[in-house]
């Protein structure tokens, strides 16, 4: 069945860096795009970018730019975000999800990864 | 960027109820507006795509409807398992922004 399989938890001090994996299984990976989602503890839902899985670009949302790297990797048909010099503000937990159509862009999401707690603390 | 503003934030209903959350967009955004279930400790569930087409295997008592700004998410006969906080979606263009959430309680 379709299913998006994420990294696990993860710990890091402030300055660090995280990078977060989303193996993606049971359907054709480059035709449909992957989306990420964060939730910062106890609040809703913010839709951070797309990626391209076809070509590899990304298309972010303010604020989600500069430390944020979002790459796909199509051998393994996973999908990563990275993100560079963490702030404590970065804990969150952090979804992968893919479209129900399919399309590389805009779409709504029926298939959404199990979520990976990203927590920043010195 | 498009702004979606879902009302109210919090609700209280009783078993039985019928109860409606509404969400507006900041412009038209034609039919492409999903719907999101997010239970306590969960990943949210999809509900609702194209504004009003509910999603296989979700009970019927939901119902969504809606076009250009204007939107709104129907629980007929609310069940205790349909406590959960709700969001709103607009995928008309990036960014696909979330509106602020619905906690249905009872």
């Known amino acids: 069945q379709v299913q998006l399989e994420q990294s696990g938890s993860e710990l890091k001090k402030p300055g660090a860096s995280v990078k977060v994996s989303c193996k993606a299984s049971?359907?054709?990976?480059?035709?449909?795009?992957m989306h990420w989602v964060r939730q910062a503890p106890g609040q809703g839902l913010e839709w951070m970018a797309w990626?391209?899985?076809?070509?590899?670009?990304?298309t972010s949302a303010q604020g989600f730019t500069g430390r944020f790297v979002f790459s796909v990797d199509t051998s393994t048909t996973t999908a990563h975000l990275q993100i560079n010099s963490l702030k404590p503000e970065d804990s969150a937990l952090y979804y992968c999800?893919?479209?129900?159509?399919?399309?590389?862009?805009?779409?709504?999401?029926?298939?959404w990864g199990q979520g990976t707690m990203v927590t920043v603390s010195s | 960027d498009i702004q979606m503003t879902q009302s109210p934030s919090s609700l209280s209903a009783s078993v039985g109820d019928r109860v409606t959350i509404t969400c507006r967009a900041s412009?038209?955004?034609?039919?492409?507006l999903a719907w999101y279930q997010q239970k306590p400790g969960r990943v949210p569930k999809f509900l609702i795509y194209?504004?009003?087409s509910l999603q296989s295997g979700v009970p019927t008592r939901f119902s969504a409807s809606g076009s250009g700004t204007d939107f709104t998410l129907t629980i007929s006969g609310l069940q205790p398992e349909d406590v959960a906080t709700y969001y709103c979606?607009?995928?008309?263009?990036?960014?696909?922004?979330f509106g602020g959430g619905t906690k249905v309680e009872i």
């Open positions: 412009q038209d955004i034609s039919n492409y």
């Open positions: 979606q607009h995928y008309k263009s990036a960014p696909l922004t």
């Open positions: 990626i391209n899985t076809n070509t590899g670009n990304p």
């Open positions: 194209g504004a009003s």
């Open positions: 999800v893919r479209g129900i159509s399919m399309t590389q862009g805009r779409n709504a999401f029926n298939i």
């Open positions: 049971g359907y054709t990976f480059t035709n449909y795009g």
